[in-house]
């Protein structure tokens, strides 16, 4: 057998390098954890417990109004949704927006602390400005306050 002079073949290497993407990949771990706290927009509240299904996701966002512990309104469309509205300018925004979608999916998010009649007078309002089934949002046990 011939041997090869002064040289000798090598093989070429097949592994990847993959330190880079693991860097990126912790650059946007640190990324997502900062801005994920930041992204949950609207008024504090303390949901009420309950043993319930989850909804099934919808096509279009939820027209939510929201009840806090005071009893204050705070609906997710027009103007800042973390301003307080009162009864009328609650009942003429809904209104509006059930009337350009019908099929909107109409939720109250009420306090745990805030009276219950507060929270069925936002229901009626609600009805009042043409929302056909009005839903509730709860906590599920174990994950709230």
């Known amino acids: 057998m011939a041997r090869q002079c002064g040289r000798q073949r090598k093989r070429p290497i097949a592994d990847i390098n993959v330190v880079p993407y693991i860097d990126v990949m912790l650059v946007m771990l640190v990324i997502f954890m900062i801005t994920a706290p930041l992204l949950n927009q609207g008024v504090d509240v303390?949901?009420?417990?309950?043993?319930?299904?989850?909804?099934?996701?919808a096509?279009?966002?939820?027209?939510?109004?929201t009840v806090d512990a005071e009893g204050h309104y705070f609906?997710?469309?027009?103007?800042?949704?973390?301003?307080?509205i009162d009864a009328d300018t609650l009942l003429l925004r809904a209104s509006a927006?059930?009337?350009?979608r019908p099929k909107v999916t109409v939720l109250v998010r009420g306090d745990a602390e805030v009276d219950y009649g507060l929270v069925v007078a936002a229901m009626s309002l609600l009805q009042q400005a043409g929302a056909a089934k009005v839903g509730l949002v709860t906590e599920p046990f174990g994950e709230g306050g």
Do not use: I, S, T, Y
């Open 97 to 100: 927006v059930l009337r350009q």
């Open 59 to 65: 096509q279009q966002d939820p027209l939510v109004l």
């Open 46 to 57: 303390d949901l009420p417990q309950a043993d319930a299904e989850p909804m099934e996701d």
């Open 75 to 84: 609906l997710n469309v027009g103007g800042d949704p973390e301003q307080e």
